[in-house]
């Protein structure tokens, strides 16, 4: 899915993701295939009962897959890390 900066801004506001960073920001993952991640990972993710990124996981994935440091919150106490 090719997402204009305005779907990105959308999609962050709708989850409530609030993201400051003086370096480029990987766009959000909407779903697990966004991530394009080994099959196995996003079988495991699906099996434990995260069918779809929460709202964290959604931001911080992109940004740690990109090897960025992410300080994140997260109120739902709910997100492995």
Known sequence: Q???DD???AFRKRLRLRVESDDAVPRPWAQWADG???PRL????EDG???EPTPIQAQAAPALRA?????ATAP???TPS
Do not use: C, F, I, N
């Not at 996003?42 to 993710?45: I, M």
């Open 49 to 51: 009962g995260w069918a």
């Open 67 to 71: 090897r960025l440091d992410v300080l």
């Open 76 to 78: 739902s106490g709910r």
């Open 42 to 45: 996003e079988k495991a993710l």
């Open 7 to 9: 779907d990105v801004r």
């Open 36 to 38: 394009a991640l080994d």
């Open 2 to 4: 090719q997402w204009t």
